[in-house]
Structures are given as C-alpha cells and as structure tokens.
C-alpha cells in the first residue's frame, strides 16, 4: 500500500504517522523524502488495513493499494485449487464438469422429482431449484418456501442427487440445515450479515456474482463468508448488467479465468440467468467449458411455456439431455488439448 502524503507535513507528523501505522496494523512502513511530497510504501499484511482511515488523517493527500484486500481467498496465498468435496462423495473443482441442473423454482411434488430424473439420467451431478424466490415484483410467485425445501429433499431421496437451493434470510439458516450446497443469489451477493452467518457453518456455499458488482467485490464476498471459517465457497458467474438489452444479462465469461488467476475457489457458470432465453443456453455452456468453468448450472423445467418463473430461459429436459451430452463431449476433447499443451 503507497501512501502519499500532503507537502506541508512536518516531521513530527509524520513520525507519529508512522508509528501509529505500525502499531496499528503490524506493518513496516518504508519512507521516501521526495522535494515535493513525501511517500510511505506499507510491507506486510495489508488486507486488514482500513483504507477510509487513512484517507481521514489530516496529511494524507492519496493512498492506492497495490495488492489485493482479499487474502482467505486469494490464490498467491494458497496456489492450489479448492475442491470442495460433499459428505456424499460428490467433489466441484476436482478437474471434473459438475453440472447442476433443475427448475427455476420447486412447483410441485410430481414437478421436482420428475426434473430431478431427467437431469440425473442426462449426467447431472446436483438437483437445482428455488423454495425462496427473491422477484422483481412483489406480486410475482414467491416460492413454496419450507414446503418447497421438502419437496426438494424428497426428490433429493428419490434420486440420491445432493440439492442446491436459494437462502434469502439469515432468519432462515436453520431450516437449510438439511441443504447440501446453499446458494446466495445475486441481489444477496453484498447482504455481508448473510454472508458472516454462512461463514459459521460447516456447509458449502454458492456465490453468484451480483448484478453489478465488479470481480474483487465479488471476491470479497467469498472473503466474508472465509474469514468466519467456512471456506467451501463456490463462486458463480451469472451475467452482469450492461447497456445490452438483447440478453437478459450480459455472459462476463473472461470473468472465470480472471477469478480463477486471483482466486482458488472453483467458479461455475449459470448462462440460463446470464442470457435469458432458452436457445441461447446450449452455446453460452459450450463457451463456458472452453473458459474453464468447473461447472455450469442450468434452469431445466419440465414444461417451461407454464412454468411460475424463467419459464423464457429454461430448457426442456429433452433439450438439456443434448445440450448435456455436448457440454461433455466438448470438456473432454477440451482436456485432451490442453494436456498436450
Ligand atoms: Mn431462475
């Protein structure tokens, strides 16, 4: 971290400064009398430091930090891949595509277990689908809520599929405790009080990517749910809000190699979100392969022209078993070119 400091600055201030600087965060602080301004370069653990107060004190004219303040998830502390293993013998980020696949919300008993069948029997690793809906209009279907978690553990013990599921509250964490993997949504991405409860528990955690939020905000959402102890964080690209209105959202698929250089936490793709429209799944999750997802996750209905939500993004599971046995014949060709290089 470079911190400059205002031309005015005595010495004696600036002696202070730097003292209250290493006591306060244990770092050592190298100098630089230029004519103009004096510059101080902070070595050591930076991630804790508060920028804000920094900037407060009365001789600081700038400070910029030059290494990220994420540490937990940050890949030059920990080089290795994360790979998240569930006590059912599943693993994400093992080098394997995990597809996660079922209907946008859980709508029925008859509903779920016949999505979850089909996804299964087209190769996927995990059964989706919403109980809590967080929609735009407050008049919109809301979910089955508890019923709809149990409906999901139904077809969870139907199929033997571990379940992904939406949590929406803090108020709610205990009626997930059944839930194998346990998603923040997007509008949640920043909810940080959620975020430091699912950091107390021992349970996966998928993290979409916000609607508007750029790739280190992100990654310091996985740093709040790390830094209360639970590292199992599965990030997940889900489309971004640009000018484009041809999508839903628009794909940010350069954002999966970029996390994975920063980050060591697997990241999987969700283009049934990202682009909105059903036609446009099976090319976005070719493309998502090729960008080095560990995974995608898929909106798969088993009648999508009356489902209660994103019926316009959701594949037929006929559809899903193609674009299923596409997405796995394009991973594997795409491992035999990149091991020989
Ligand atoms: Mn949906």
Redesign the pocket.
Known sequence: MIIVLKPNTSKEQLILFKASLEEKYNVTVNTWVGVESTVLGLIGDTTQIDEDWISAQEIVESVKRVQEPYKKANRKFHPDNTVIELPTGQKIGDGNLCIMAGP??VESEEQINYVAERVKSAGAAFLRG?AF?PRTSPYSFQGLKSEGLDLLKGARKATGLPIVTEIMSSAHIDMFEGIDIIQVGARNMQNFELLKQLGKIDKPILLKRGLANTIEEWIMSAEYIMAGGNNKVILCERGIRTYETATRNTLDLSAVPVVKKLCHLPVIVDP??ATGKSWLVEQMSLAAVAAGADGLMI?VHNDPKHAL??GA?SLTPDKFDEVARKVFALKKAYDEIMSNG
């Open positions: 946008c919300s919403g809906k049934s979100h909106e939500s994103d993004q």
